[in-house]
């Protein structure tokens, strides 16, 4: 069974650092790339950012580029998100997702197709 | 990075159908997933590509696309289809690069 068990979410301080992390189990963690989306309270989800498989290809929201940094360790099966200089709107339940390839009729389809339940990280004064 | 725009609430009378869209420049490229998040819940795909269901996902969700246009359909909504429906897309900025629609809460009447 695919499961992703995110975990280190906190109550920050503006401006202040975080590591998040999650930790991946139930299928071959170095097959697929893995992304965090983050969903604010009451609000809709939001794609933060992705890694492949490898940690070659790596991608970013406009929204955190430059202050949040995504590494994975494929030995420990585990997938991170070093958050810097936090702001009150990063506030969210942060999700671990993982991508696949869905294949169907001789088509794959980029999904990101399993979450886990998201860690809660908080900023403010 | 691109946009995709979905309509913020939509309301359909039991054993109803009813069509969410969702638009951007994306889905010019690439196929939309669209996901059904109940309150508390982690999202789970419902549709994603041309019109594939994942196993579990009863056949009165199915999905379209057109030009820069997905859509969602639920044929005879059933009370335990009230949710948030997000539909996303890879986006051509960057190989693993995503991006979600802001949401359509469907209310079952």
């Known amino acids: 069974e695919v499961q992703l068990e995110e975990s280190g979410g906190a109550l920050k301080q503006p401006g202040t650092s975080l590591k998040i992390s999650c930790a991946a189990s139930?299928?071959?963690?170095?097959?697929?790339?893995t992304h965090w989306v983050r969903q604010r309270p009451g609000r809709g989800l939001e794609w933060v950012s992705g890694?492949?498989?490898?940690?070659?290809?790596?991608d970013y929201a406009d929204s955190v580029k430059g202050r949040f940094i995504v590494s994975r360790d494929n030995a420990k099966n585990a997938l991170f998100l070093q958050m810097n200089s936090l702001r009150p709107e990063d506030t969210a339940l942060y999700y671990c997702?993982?991508?696949?390839?869905?294949?169907?009729?001789?088509?794959?389809?980029?999904?990101?197709?399993?979450w886990g339940k998201g860690t809660l990280v908080t900023v403010s004064p | 990075s691109s946009e995709l725009t979905q309509d913020p609430s939509v309301s359909v009378a039991l054993g109803q159908t009813v069509r969410i869209t969702c638009q951007g420049d994306?889905?010019?490229?690439?196929?939309a997933t669209w996901y059904q998040q109940k309150p508390g819940q982690a999202p789970i795909v419902v549709i994603y590509?041309?019109?594939n269901r994942p196993s579990g996902i009863p056949d009165r969700f199915s999905g379209s696309n057109s030009e820069n246009t997905a859509s969602l359909t639920i044929t005879g909504a059933q009370a335990e289809d009230e949710a948030d429906y997000y539909c996303?897309?890879?986006?051509?900025?960057?190989?693993?690069?995503?991006?979600f629609g802001g949401g359509t809460k469907v209310t079952v009447l």
């Open positions: 997702a993982r991508e696949t390839a869905r294949c169907s009729g001789g088509t794959c389809y980029p999904v990101i197709d399993y």
């Open positions: 139930g299928f071959r963690f170095d097959d697929y790339a």
């Open positions: 890694i492949s498989w490898h940690s070659e290809d790596i």
């Open positions: 994306s889905l010019r490229s690439f196929y």
């Open positions: 590509g041309k019109n």
């Open positions: 996303n897309s890879r986006d051509s900025s960057g190989e693993h690069h995503f991006v």
